[in-house]
């Protein structure tokens, strides 16, 4: 499943990650550098194991199954903020 943003959420990239503002609620989602890796790779297109795959190749001192959890704990949370949808 890739990402897109709600249309009316903003990303900026920073030097350590991603920052993410809703528009309509006017709150601020600072992401660390995985996880801007992560949804850089959701939002151009990919589904979650590739996500989980450019995860691996980044940390590869992570387990697979990790980089799994981790990756859906993320979209898992950006889905229940509503900061993304189903592309």
Do not use: F, K
């Not at 660390?32 to 890796?37: F, S, V």
């Amino acid at each position: 499943m890739s990402l897109t943003l709600r249309h009316d959420v903003c990303a900026t990239d920073t030097e350590d990650g991603m920052v993410l503002l809703d528009e309509v609620t006017g709150r601020y989602w600072q992401l660390n550098g995985t996880a801007a890796l992560i949804l850089r790779t959701l939002l151009g297109g990919a589904a979650l194991p590739d996500a989980a795959c450019g995860l691996r190749e980044a940390y590869p001192q992570l387990t697979v199954e990790r980089a799994r959890s981790d990756t859906a704990a993320l979209i898992r949370a950006l889905s229940e903020a509503r900061l993304v949808v189903p592309a």
